[in-house]
């Protein structure tokens, strides 16, 4: 698996010394560490751990303000994206970048385009190049199709696909399989192992225990800025892994199964069909309850959410505490007390250019508005207070930018908006905990589940099987915008999750 002969070959990377802060405060502090080639390298660490940061040195980005960067034994001396692609490193960021009016051949060969003579695109080969690529990882796209019509998990495939195929001697992936189905984390790792296999060095950062398991070489655990241990994974236990990212024991991840769910319905879905899907949907969601939704990537899941709270448009019957939810618009569901937490929370989750005051209460704001039109800011700043303080918000103060917040506190606030006048009737959650650590995950399943025991009733889509599992008091499994069949508790396991998402009976062998 590694490369042997000749002695002990030179690392890949290394680091000494290195450093970096910003505004002050030190993000990075002197991490030292090497890495060899032809190895699967997890950074295990909760968000705001310099994960990140340290990539961005890795990629160009950034310029670490003292300390050495090392490529194949010889310092780096320019940080440039330009110059980091001329060494070999690619990058697959958590956060996309698409470019989203362009097709999706045009995004996977950007900046490798074939031309003949006069520069003039050979567009057909680039074509059938990308076409070639997505088959290669079995994904059933159109290269002629624009990147806008994409989801957040087939965009992520069209990254991992863009920079495996730069036959790169470095790549960094930063939480690659975060909104990506079994199917296609499978389709993931066997991309990381034939890189690790022709002798690249992969630096993949993942809270996700079972996949650092699965597919990792050496584990190095990052918190606040330092290097706490880096050692062989088969070396390692899961608790030893979380309590050195946290700094403490995590007795239980998930909370324990205590709620009952209460059976007054409180959404009722009837022949309900999201536009572009032919399939028509049924189901109910009871106070108390959380129901979850399973299914691959295209089946149809954040779809029907959206469709639900008003953001695309559908036909059907939709009452909300028996009463009918006509005309269904954000505004109107968020008047009957319909709350939404969407999959990209930086996209349509929070406003990151924003104070983290602004982000709490915008959706609100005629709650503290007078009748003179004026704003009661202190009314504003109470509530934000106490709705951080019960979702456990880490932040300096109300008028900090929540791009400087981690991406779980990002997403604590994206919760927190929904409670800041009271409790909703309803929450839908799409990929609650993507990208988020371990630490911040048990504190948000703490509070969907105090939520559901308070007769919040909660709709739950994940790909992340245990979370699902664990959640969820029933499953429905979705495939091409239907309702492929539905688990209860006692019988839910990934197995036949997964038969149902790929359209087989449970009972089929």
């Excluded at 959650?429 to 007769?455: F, K, M, N, Q």
Aim: with cysteine.
């Amino acid at each position: 698996m590694h490369p042997t002969g000749g002695g002990e070959p030179k690392p890949a990377l290394a680091f000494n010394k290195l450093c970096k802060g910003f505004d002050g405060i030190p993000v990075l502090r002197e991490i030292t560490a090497r890495f060899m080639p032809g190895t699967v390298n997890v950074l295990a660490g909760e968000n705001g751990a310099g994960k990140s940061t340290l990539f961005k040195i890795i990629s160009g980005q950034l310029a670490p303000d003292s300390g050495i960067l090392a490529v194949k034994g010889r310092p780096v001396l320019v940080y440039d994206p330009r110059h980091a692609l001329g060494l070999g490193i690619s990058i697959i960021p958590q956060e996309l970048l698409p470019i989203p009016d362009m097709k999706v051949w045009q995004n996977l060969l950007v900046g490798r385009e074939r031309t003949r003579s006069f520069g003039f695109l050979r567009r057909r080969e680039m074509v059938e190049q990308a076409r070639k690529s997505l088959e290669d990882f079995n994904l059933d796209i159109d290269p002629e199709m624009p990147m806008r019509r994409l989801g957040v998990a087939a965009t992520q495939m069209i990254e991992i696909i863009k920079a495996t195929s730069r036959d790169s001697d470095f790549v960094l992936m930063d939480e690659p399989s975060s909104s990506l189905s079994s199917r296609e984390t499978e389709e993931l790792f066997r991309a990381i192992r034939m890189l690790r296999a022709r002798g690249a060095c992969i630096l993949y950062t993942s809270h996700r225990m079972e996949e650092i398991e699965q597919i990792s070489d050496t584990v190095s655990i990052m918190r606040d800025g330092v290097f706490i241990r880096q050692a062989p994974t088969r070396s390692l236990t899961e608790r030893q892994i979380i309590a050195d990212m946290v700094g403490r024991d995590i007795e239980d991840l998930f909370p324990g199964r205590t709620v009952s769910a209460r059976r007054e319905p409180v959404l009722e879905v009837r022949d309900f069909r999201v536009a572009g899907y032919a399939a028509r949907t049924a189901f109910t969601v009871h106070a108390g309850e959380i129901l979850g939704l399973g299914g691959l990537v295209g089946a149809g899941r954040s779809e029907l959410l959206e469709a639900l709270f008003g953001l695309r448009k559908a036909e059907g019957q939709v009452r909300l505490d028996g009463k009918p939810l006509a005309r269904a618009s954000p505004a109107e569901s968020i008047r009957r007390g319909i709350a939404f937490v969407p999959e990209d929370r930086k996209l349509a989750g929070v406003l990151t250019s924003q104070s983290i005051l602004d982000n709490v209460t915008l959706p609100h704001l005629g709650a503290f508005t007078g009748a003179g039109g004026f704003i009661d800011n202190a009314a504003r700043r109470a509530r934000s207070l106490d709705v951080l303080k019960r979702t456990r918000t880490k932040y300096a103060r109300l008028g900090q930018v929540v791009a400087h917040l981690s991406g779980g506190n990002q997403q604590k606030i994206a919760l927190a908006r929904w409670l800041v006048t009271g409790t909703p009737r309803l929450l839908i959650l799409d990929e609650p905990t993507r990208g988020i650590d371990v630490g911040a995950r048990s504190e948000i399943y703490r509070l969907i589940h105090d939520l559901a025991e308070t007769g919040v009733a909660v709709l739950l889509a994940s790909s992340d099987m245990p979370e699902l599992i664990n959640l969820s008091h029933r499953i429905l499994v979705m495939r091409g915008g239907a309702i492929a069949g539905e688990l209860p508790r006692d019988a839910v396991d990934q197995e036949s999750i997964l038969r149902l998402a790929m359209g087989k009976t449970r009972d089929a062998a």
